[in-house]
């Protein structure tokens, strides 16, 4: 799926036009052309936070609607200089959609060093939101950019100044002298709802401003592998390459998001595109604007997603909640008193329904905030409070367990040593790590289903502390019926839990 979600902004030479394939994302927010912190501009953001009328839809037409909102949707252009680029064969050959399917076309051998630097094109979209021209865009549209030419709608054109950048949310914010400029106001992306009509509006493959229509098909998207923090609102209106930083509306001509990728096979619209939410960009906006970074909260753990083995292994009444399977030693949630195998359920007075929102209500927060936590341990609810921290730049916060969790397994055909001075270094474990490492994993196991594997180093079984080797071989001589083993284990700088159920591979 990955390989198919495109950014929407066009990189163009000629008349060929092409997507860029996503790439990573850096970790850290930039603010490479904005002025110093004492010299920052303000920002007066104005919104209406009411909820759509959904009793009455527009009849006939949403003529009225993108005559009041176009206006202040503008094209972005900008011109990104290419060091010691390779000679194409065809026009638009430089971008990497294309490469993956042609390779790196030369000029016959010419060393890459010998090239002159050369100029990229770049198309996408943004929004007027402040009279006095600030402009939300995506980051991807404006990252790398030598210069930012917006225009509007009128004709009227401008050097934009790029005020400040977040990766991490794919949000940017650029600036035009101007004044009594037409803007869209910014609606509660809280509000919306599954079934909401919607228009987006932008500028697709350069052919100039265009608007579809469509409904919102999801919402709270994540884990789609496009951005860092992704909460993104699904939409089947046609949205192409050159949309990227447009506008998506709801049918009171309020922003509710900014569209920034498809899902695609062909590069182009097939009715799942995403949009950022106008709340998360919102808060970007305000920060970025203020300081220039994004400085975001820090709880300090690692967090899994609850499936229906671990709910009943940890005595849940549902999926819902996130599982700690690590904490970061001296972090918030360490001196709070959150503990491994904890389950968030309540986060600063809202549910957890899983780690991704988890996630996103942390990174939201002011480091510094006390917040309320509810939590189950031992099937016992609790209440703490903790104090977040700023987002480091090197770690990670509430990070989504990524290993195999698939929750049919045993621990037959697993291997086990004593992790003694030479496993630590074999296999570059902390010397603070304890337990049992595991030497081989039969790749036909159900250990191996559930995502062990060697180097991974068992701490717990069935919630017991595994000290080394010959207690874990203990731990897992079962004499009941139950052939199902909950194993935390530390791999890859975290711990999680995995279930390993026996009666799967029986027989």
Do not use: C
């Not at 195999?404 to 474990?429: C, I, K, M, S």
Request: no cysteine.
């Amino acid at each position: 799926m990955k390989n198919n979600i495109h950014l929407l902004n066009a990189r163009f030479g000629g008349a060929l036009l092409a997507v860029g394939l996503i790439a990573g994302l850096t970790a850290v927010a930039s603010d490479l052309h904005s002025k110093e912190k004492t010299d920052r501009p303000t920002l007066n953001l104005p919104m209406d936070e009411a909820a759509v009328n959904r009793d009455t839809l527009p009849h006939g037409s949403y003529a009225p609607i993108v005559k009041r909102v176009t206006p202040a949707v503008v094209k972005i252009v900008t011109t990104t200089k290419i060091e010691n680029p390779a000679i194409q064969q065809m026009p638009g050959m430089d971008d990497p959609f294309w490469r993956r399917f042609f390779g790196d076309q030369n000029d016959g051998g010419a060393p890459r060093a010998q090239r002159s630097p050369q100029f990229q094109t770049g198309l996408g979209s943004g929004v007027i939101v402040t009279k006095d021209g600030f402009i939300v865009t995506n980051n991807h549209v404006v990252d790398g950019a030598k210069e930012v030419k917006v225009t509007l709608q009128d004709g009227r054109e401008f050097t934009a100044k790029v005020i400040g950048r977040d990766p991490k949310s794919d949000i940017a914010v650029v600036k035009v002298d101007a004044t009594d400029l037409p803007t869209v106001l910014l609606a509660d992306s809280g509000q919306v709802e599954i079934g909401d009509v919607v228009l987006a509006i932008g500028n697709p493959f350069g052919v100039g401003q265009t608007v579809t229509s469509g409904i919102v098909s999801a919402k709270d998207r994540g884990n789609m592998g496009i951005e860092d923090y992704e909460d993104f609102i699904q939409t089947d209106a046609a949205i192409n390459p050159g949309n990227s930083g447009g506008a998506l509306v709801d049918i009171n001509g309020r922003l509710i998001g900014i569209n920034t990728a498809i899902l695609s096979r062909t590069g182009g619209n097939q009715g799942v595109g995403f949009a950022i939410p106008s709340n998360l960009t919102r808060s970007v906006m305000e920060s970025l604007v203020k300081t220039g970074h994004v400085t975001r909260g820090y709880l300090g753990v690692v967090i899994q997603n609850i499936t229906p083995d671990l709910a009943r292994e940890f005595k849940l009444k549902d999926n819902k909640g996130a599982l700690i399977g690590d904490v970061v030693p001296g972090g918030p949630a360490d001196k709070s008193g959150l503990k491994s195998g904890d389950v968030v359920t309540e986060f600063n007075g809202h549910p957890v329904v899983d780690n991704h929102r988890l996630q996103l209500d942390v990174i939201a927060i002011a480091p510094g905030t006390v917040v309320p936590l509810q939590i189950l341990r031992d099937g016992e609810k609790k209440s703490l409070e903790v104090t977040l921290k700023p987002l480091p730049g090197s770690e990670k916060l509430a990070e989504a367990d990524t290993s195999n969790t698939v929750d049919n397994g045993t621990l037959n055909g697993v291997e086990v040593a004593d992790l003694d001075q030479r496993a630590h270094q074999q296999f570059n474990v902390p010397k603070d790590v304890k337990g049992a490492v595991v030497t081989q994993v039969d790749p036909g196991s159900a250990a191996a289903q559930a995502g062990l594997k060697a180097g991974a180093v068992i701490q717990e079984i069935n919630h017991k502390a595994v000290k080394n080797a010959e207690e874990a071989v203990k731990l897992t001589e079962k004499s009941d019926a139950d052939k199902r083993t909950l194993v935390r284990v530390w791999e890859n700088g975290n711990s999680h839990y995995v279930v390993v159920d026996e009666s799967s591979h029986e027989g």
